[in-house]
């Protein structure tokens, strides 16, 4: 099993729909939670970035985390082309040893919001 | 903030060569940088950890001899593919951790290398 789920997908909706991306993950360790995104042939851009269990809103972006199942979401409202990309989920042990924090990946959603 | 610059962007190069990738952080210093490389319609593939002034972790599998990695300043690291072969082809992304709270990992742009 790996340490971290994520449908490929793709998803593709309608433009102004709301979109909800998943991960699951299995080590009770993680503590921190990241949402990326990644156009084709680019960097990953940090979207979201959480600690605890809850929600957490920037924009139409809302990020929410669930512990006790270990299970993280992203939702999108109002969704735009321009949204069209992949989205990675990462996490983090916390307290890993000195300054190096390894990013554990999720496999990356590939979404397509038509006009 | 927290914009992580790469050169080149993309780099053709003849079997046997070798090349130079830069990573900088251009308005915050990175005591750690990362680098992944990403096949097509796959999730970055951590390859190395790069650490300023001292010696670069590589994860399993992958060869220090073959990508090099120099940390020589709090704002930039080298990652160089030596004698490339066209297995070698791949998207080479970096990233810099910004020391902080929650220590986030900024990413450039990545580079394109091609083997022929």
């Known amino acids: 099993q790996k340490e971290v789920e994520q449908d490929p997908g793709p998803l593709s909706v309608p433009e102004g729909a709301i979109v909800s991306l998943n991960c699951t993950y299995s080590?009770?360790?993680?503590?921190?939670f990241m949402w990326y995104r990644q156009y084709s042939r680019k960097g990953p851009e940090l979207l979201m970035y959480t600690y605890s269990s809850g929600n957490k809103e920037d924009g139409r972006f809302t990020a929410q985390v669930d512990k006790s199942s270990k299970y993280i979401s992203l939702f999108i409202r109002d969704s735009q082309p321009s949204d069209s990309a992949t989205y990675l989920c990462a996490m983090i042990t916390r307290g890993a040893a000195g300054n190096n924090r390894k990013l554990i990946w999720g496999l990356g959603t590939s979404l397509a919001v038509n006009p | 903030g927290a914009v992580v610059s790469q050169h080149p962007s993309w780099v053709i190069c003849k079997s046997g060569t070798s090349v130079k990738i830069e990573c900088r952080s251009l308005d915050f210093q990175a005591t750690t940088m990362f680098w992944y490389r990403q096949f097509p319609k796959q999730s970055l593939m951590l390859m190395a950890t790069?650490?300023?002034?001292?010696?670069?972790?590589?994860e399993q599998g992958v060869e220090k001899d073959k990508f090099l990695i120099n940390h020589a300043s709090l704002t930039l690291s080298t990652l160089t593919v030596t004698s490339a072969h066209p297995e070698d082809s791949s998207f080479y992304i970096c990233?810099?951790?910004?020391?902080?709270?929650?220590?986030?990992?900024?990413f450039g742009p990545g580079t394109r290398l091609t083997v022929l």
């Open positions: 990233s810099a951790q910004r020391t902080g709270p929650y220590n986030e990992q900024f």
């Open positions: 790069s650490n300023e002034g001292s010696k670069a972790t590589y």
């Open positions: 080590n009770s360790a993680f503590q921190y």
